[in-house]
């Protein structure tokens, strides 16, 4: 049996409110009393149950993802699914709200981070573009006791702060292989489109994508990456320059999540069913391009464990354990007609 606070008492001699201020860090007790206490937890193996301590206390968290205002259908997506899983842990006495911000300004981004304290969440997974100037930001959050994660944008391992989402050097050079494979070897060009080149995840992804394309498909030639800044208008002007200007294009990699407005312009400025395309992430609309045929395969992530595992991770770290690394770890889904 794990030793209780009672057995704590009992073998430092002290009673069960000493041992509760001790464990809370509230005043009253003199230093000897809790270098005692604490002793004594090293010697019996004492290990506190911050659950139940927290169910005592009513304490509730409250838990907030801050995502962009722009996204199309995958941000309604992940509102949808972020709302379904605020009501499932309700129950555990889990507040979840979000919170959108123009994501593709970095001061306005660190200023909100800035005003925010440990009275107002106690933990925030962020989806903005990674800046400097977000990247203080959010240290500067950590040590104000705010858990951080890095919610499917930022660099996975890159420091203390948790990530949550898809190796995106992985997912590019498996979109690599696909737009490889799927193009026959034939000789051509590819056009890689992004939202913007300034997020990681687009930089890394387009990273693995020419890495394998070099190792494994040297007849390919890949094309400067075009950025939409997610407008309807400039991805149609773009892509259609870019597809006038490279009448040998046998292959597209769409790396933004949101595809509907690069694979419209596509479709008007080329015959699809000629192309190999390959985008990110799972919605109505790149689900009904796959069906149809448009789309020959779609790289997702499953959001709502992405979801699920960010408010995990902002638990464990307010009640200072150690996420299960295996539960957290987002997969890179390949999704075709077949298994759709």
Excluded: W
């Excluded at 307010?318 to 999704?335: A, C």
């Amino acid at each position: 049996m794990r030793p209780t606070t009672k057995d704590l008492a009992k073998a430092a001699g002290v009673s069960l409110a000493t041992v509760d201020r001790v464990l809370n860090d509230r005043p009253g007790v003199t230093e000897k009393t809790v270098t005692k206490v604490y002793e004594t937890i090293e010697k019996i193996g004492f290990v506190r149950n911050i659950q139940a301590a927290n169910l005592a206390r009513g304490k509730h968290y409250q838990f907030r993802f801050l995502l962009p205002t722009t996204g199309g259908k995958f941000l309604t997506e992940l509102l949808t699914q972020i709302e379904n899983a605020a009501l499932s842990y309700t129950s555990e006495m889990i507040e979840t709200n979000v919170q959108q911000i123009t994501a593709n300004d970095p001061h306005l981004v660190a200023n909100h981070l800035a005003s925010l304290s440990s009275m107002d969440v106690d933990g925030i997974a962020i989806m903005v573009p990674e800046s400097p100037q977000v990247r203080d930001a959010i240290t500067r959050l950590s040590e104000r006791g705010i858990s951080v994660v890095q919610f499917l944008t930022g660099q996975p391992k890159a420091s203390d702060i948790d990530f949550v989402g898809i190796d995106s050097h992985a997912a590019g050079a498996t979109a690599g292989r696909l737009v490889g494979g799927f193009s026959q070897s034939k000789d051509g060009s590819i056009i890689v489109i992004s939202d913007t080149m300034q997020a990681r995840d687009s930089i890394e992804r387009r990273l693995g994508f020419d890495e394998t394309i070099g190792r494994l498909y040297p007849k390919l030639r890949i094309l400067p990456s075009l950025e939409t800044y997610g407008n309807e208008k400039r991805a149609h002007r773009i892509i259609c320059d870019s597809v006038e200007n490279n009448p040998d294009i046998v292959g597209a990699y769409v790396l933004s999540a949101e595809a509907q407005a690069p694979i419209e312009a596509l479709e008007n400025c080329v015959d699809a069913s000629h192309v190999t395309i390959v985008a990110h992430e799972r919605t109505s609309f790149s689900a009904s391009a796959l069906r149809k045929g448009v789309i020959d395969a779609i790289i997702a992530q499953n959001t709502g464990h992405a979801i699920r595992s960010a408010i995990r991770i902002m638990r464990a770290r307010n009640e200072q354990r150690q996420p299960l690394t295996s539960q957290e770890t987002i997969r890179i889904e390949i999704l075709l007609p077949e298994n759709l």
